[in-house]
T-cell receptor
Framework: KAGVTQTPRYLIKTRGQQVTLSCSPI?????VSWYQQTPGQGLQFLFE???????NKGNFPGRFSGRQFSNSRSEMNVSTLELGDSALYLC???????????FGSGTRLTVV | AQSVAQPEDQVNVAEGNPLTVKCTYS??????LFWYVQYPNRGLQFLLK??????LVKGSYGFEAEFNKSQTSFHLKKPSALVSDSALYFC???????????????FGPGTRLSVLP
């Protein structure tokens, strides 16, 4: 079966722009979580969606937002990009946390 | 809220030797514990999980992990390391069922494993 698909794989944006990343979970998975990974900060939790509702949110500024659609696909948006937003953004889906998460390959965002 | 610690940033081991990557956790109730591996520029790949049952859990690529409730540890092990095992390893704990607050899945900071030929 298809895994978690993240698009695009690579992205280069300029400071001040906004960006939208997409995640298609494994079929049947209703829980989708997003993480930011940087060399200095490790894996930082952004948010979790379940059945189109944001269930949890990490400690990120309001420039970071997300949503989930009725087919469980999810998008995250970052507005007014800053250099520090350069990171690997990972999406993961699951039936539920105790089943573990399946991760996508990530979107590498570079802000210049 | 649950938390995970991986006390070693880096572990070096010679090829063919046994390896251990350490993880300790804190969670109320019974823990659901996981190990993931990440290769460069890739997402995390599931290795194994402990939900209940036998304290020794076997997973992918010859890895296993030992759950120790009294020491609140879940160390990852492999009897004979390969150069291809060199990667970043993450331990994680899931939010207990019925607990609707906090992150549903908490990762440790990661341990970089280098297997030297």
């Amino acid at each position: 079966k298809a895994g978690v698909t993240q698009t695009p794989r690579y992205l280069i944006k300029t400071r001040g722009q906004q960006v939208t990343l997409s995640c298609s979970p494994i079929s049947g998975h209703r829980s989708v979580s997003w993480y930011q990974q940087t060399p200095g900060q490790g894996l930082q939790f952004l948010f979790e969606y379940f059945s189109e509702t944001q269930r949890n949110k990490g400690n990120f500024p309001g420039r970071f937002s997300g949503r989930q659609f009725s087919n469980s696909r999810s998008e995250m948006n970052v507005s007014t990009l800053e250099l520090g937003d350069s990171a690997l953004y990972l999406c993961a889906s699951s039936f539920g946390a105790n089943y573990g998460y399946t991760f996508g390959s990530g979107t590498r965002l570079t802000v210049v | 809220a649950q938390s995970v610690a991986q006390p070693e940033d880096q572990v070096n081991v010679a090829e063919g030797n046994p390896l251990t990557v350490k993880c300790t956790y804190s969670v109320s109730g019974n823990p659901y514990l996981f190990w993931y591996v990440q290769y460069p520029n890739r997402g995390l790949q599931f290795l194994l999980k402990y939900i209940t049952g036998d304290n020794l859990v076997k997973g992918s690529y010859g890895f296993e992990a030992e759950f120790n409730k009294s020491q609140t540890s879940f160390h990852l092990k492999k009897p004979s390391a390969l150069v291809s095992d060199s990667a970043l390893y993450f331990c994680a704990v899931a939010r207990p069922p019925g607990d609707n607050y906090g992150q549903n899945f908490v990762f440790g900071p990661g341990t970089r494993l280098s297997v030297l030929p």
